[in-house]
């Protein structure tokens, strides 16, 4: 698959998951194969501009997980083309746009999913990137504001007149944020109002079953999987596999959930330093022990670690607490093993979800 000048070794998409996808992350799934391209979390252009040393660390990069993008927010055009311009030079491989994001503190900037509201300006702001950039410049976006202002094909053609180099779509509205169904037949509209550029759907993509069902239902070129890939960092691989030969490749084992989780909290150490590494896994580990089956005696504990020595201590306790749910060959009885987890695309039990903002929309 090619974004502009940009080729890619799969048609599948790492999404933006504010405060996950940073580059540990990235890294650990890229590492896993089939993956096409990784996106960062969603960076505030003005402080890249203010040259805040956070927004800097959220674009640091690493030649493992290339090509990779940058999404960016903002509503002052000039802002957004300088903030790109610092991309760029960082050696991000493409800028994405976020027209989608709901939450009120990003909407009343004028930026993320209020961009979808007046065309004729988004267009001119993304524009302005095209101009200036060498790199492919993409675009983020939802269904619409809400039920009666669909507005993503319209925004899709007037975006690729201006030479954008492809349109992401969440399948759902504003107003909807993360509750209700996707709507594939509005991803559909949207790939069906563009002529050049690929579209690629988002939204409850939790498994391969789940990317063919978007695939074959909207149209649409390709996948981005953000929760999907925390569930499962292995899908990336997974889905490739099954998409190019119909044949579904085994669940990753314990044993590799265990190395890959210890792998991901090293980088994270890497990366932030152990005291502030150790911090950040502890939201993390938890999501690896979801398919360990018996495991609470491990999350009570791991949400309070604050060293890689600590965290082996507990995995070693943890590992003896849990053989008394194995048989004698040290698989786990079959009474005690995690269920299966399917994605509301497909119409089955819908898997437990990172946590989002809770209530009405318009109080996020």
């Not at 501009?49 to 999404?71: G, H």
């Not at 960082?90 to 746009?97: C, P």
């Not at 507005?151 to 944020?177: C, M, N, Y």
């Not at 060959?329 to 903002?357: F, H, N, W």
Request: proline residues 5%; contains cysteine.
């Amino acid at each position: 698959m090619k974004l502009g000048n940009l080729e890619l070794e799969s048609n599948l998409f790492l999404s933006p998951l504010a405060g996950y996808t940073n580059l540990s992350f990235r890294l650990t799934v890229k590492s896993l194969g089939g993956l096409g391209l990784v996106t960062t979390d969603l960076v505030n252009a003005r402080s890249l501009l203010e040259k805040r040393p956070v927004a800097y660390k959220m674009i640091a990069t690493d030649p493992r997980e290339q090509p990779m993008s940058v999404q960016l927010f903002g509503g002052v055009p000039e802002e957004m083309r300088d903030a790109a311009l610092i991309v760029q030079e960082r050696g991000a491989q493409s800028v994405d746009i976020n027209m989608g994001c709901p939450v009120k503190k990003v909407t009343k900037t004028g930026s993320g999913s209020s961009m979808m509201k007046d065309s004729q300006a988004t267009q001119r702001l993304v524009k302005g990137m095209v101009d200036a950039l060498d790199i492919p410049v993409t675009a983020k976006m939802r269904l619409g504001w809400d039920d009666d202002n669909i507005t993503a094909p319209d925004l899709a053609v007037a975006l690729e007149d201006v030479g954008v180099s492809a349109i992401f779509v969440h399948g759902r509205t504003r107003a909807q944020g993360f509750s209700g169904n996707v709507n594939l037949d509005g991803i559909r509209k949207v790939k069906e109002a563009v002529s050049r550029v690929p579209v690629i759907g988002n939204g409850d993509v939790t498994t391969p079953e789940s990317a063919r069902v978007m695939l074959e239902s909207s149209g649409c070129d390709g996948v981005s999987m953000g929760r999907g890939a925390f569930y499962n960092p292995w899908i990336f691989k997974q889905t490739e596999h099954m998409l190019r030969t119909g044949e579904i490749l085994p669940e990753a084992t314990f044993e590799q959930r265990v190395e890959l989780m210890r792998i991901h909290l090293k980088r994270m150490i890497e990366f932030y330093g152990e005291d502030r590494g150790c911090v950040q896994f502890r939201k993390v580990a938890p999501w690896y022990a979801k398919r360990f089956g018996p495991s609470k005696y491990f999350k009570d504990r791991v949400v309070r670690f604050s060293s890689l020595d600590e965290f082996d201590t507990i995995l070693a306790e943890y590992l003896q607490w849990r053989a008394k749910f194995c048989d004698e060959s040290g698989e786990l009885q079959e009474r005690y093993r995690p269920p299966e987890q399917y994605s509301s695309i497909t119409d089955k039990a819908p898997v437990e979800q990172i946590k989002v903002p809770k209530g009405p929309v318009s109080n996020w």
